[in-house]
């Protein structure tokens, strides 16, 4: 069992910066895929960028490239979001998933952080 906790959500102005932690239990941490996924009301949930589970660079839905930077920190159990120029369009609940036998199949989640921003 993997637990995830999500937690940087807030209000934040149009062109405006959030980092978004989640901290996740369990010893096999660093063999897990990481991903983070977002949900505007109304809206199905999106992806929005994930690290496999052999590492490498994150990889990212199209709508965040070159704004949101994905990292993972094996030693606290830790992955985040850094996200830079904000838009009205990125707000949304924000959750993390955590994988372990598939890079797509995600098997646990957070109970996720909400980001708004404003214009």
């Known amino acids: 069992q993997v637990q995830l906790v999500e937690s940087g959500g807030g209000l934040v102005q149009t062109g405006g910066s959030l980092r978004l932690s989640c901290a996740a239990s369990?010893?096999?941490?660093?063999?897990?895929?990481m991903g983070w996924f977002r949900q505007a009301p109304g809206k199905e949930r999106q992806f929005v960028a994930a690290?496999?589970?052999?590492?490498?660079?994150?990889y990212y839905a199209d709508s965040v490239k070159g704004r949101f930077t994905m990292s993972k920190d094996n030693a606290k159990n830790t992955v985040y979001l850094q996200m830079n120029s904000l838009k009205p369009d990125d707000t949304a609940v924000y959750y993390c998933?955590?994988?372990?036998?598939?890079?797509?199949?995600?098997?646990?989640w957070g109970q996720g952080t909400q980001v708004t921003v404003s214009s």
């Open positions: 998933a955590a994988a372990h036998a598939s890079d797509y199949q995600y098997d646990y």
């Open positions: 369990g010893r096999t941490f660093s063999t897990y895929a």
């Open positions: 690290i496999r589970r052999s590492g490498g660079s994150p």
